[in-house]
């Protein structure tokens, strides 16, 4: 079975960090397309970033020099590293998989394959 988990969110102060995790089962993390995406209370889902099988990464202008993405393959697992948090970065964090195509990298999400649950990050002081 395919399946994607994240942890590590939480309630944080605008301007620290947070990591977030992406653990993969089922499948190999690195031969796959690996993104993350966010949906905050009444807004659309958005794209936070996207991680390639060669180790690339993508991110969208809003996170841009801010959040930065891993990957651990001893692991299976992939990170979010968010730094400089801010209120607007409140949502809920979902990691997505994409086996072939561009929509991991282009931040379309409907061309995922399969997703997490997601994990809720706050940011308030």
């Known amino acids: 079975q395919l399946q994607l988990v994240e942890s590590g969110g939480g309630l944080v102060q605008p301007g620290e960090s947070l990591r977030l995790s992406c653990a993969a089962s089922?499948?190999?993390?690195?031969?796959?397309?690996i993104g993350w995406f966010r949906q905050a209370p009444g807004k659309e889902r958005e794209w936070v970033g996207c991680i390639i099988f060669s180790g690339s990464s993508a991110y969208g202008d809003s996170v841009q020099g801010r959040f930065t993405i891993s990957r651990d393959n001893a692991k299976n697992t992939v990170y979010l590293q968010m730094n400089s948090l801010k209120p607007e970065d409140t949502a809920v964090y979902y990691c997505?998989?994409?086996?072939?195509?561009?929509?991991?990298?282009?931040?379309?999400?409907?061309?995922?394959?399969?997703w997490g649950k997601g994990t809720l990050v706050t940011v308030s002081s």
């Open positions: 997505a998989a994409e086996g072939r195509g561009s929509s991991c990298v282009f931040g379309r999400s409907g061309g995922m394959d399969f």
């Open positions: 089922g499948f190999s993390a690195k031969d796959y397309s």
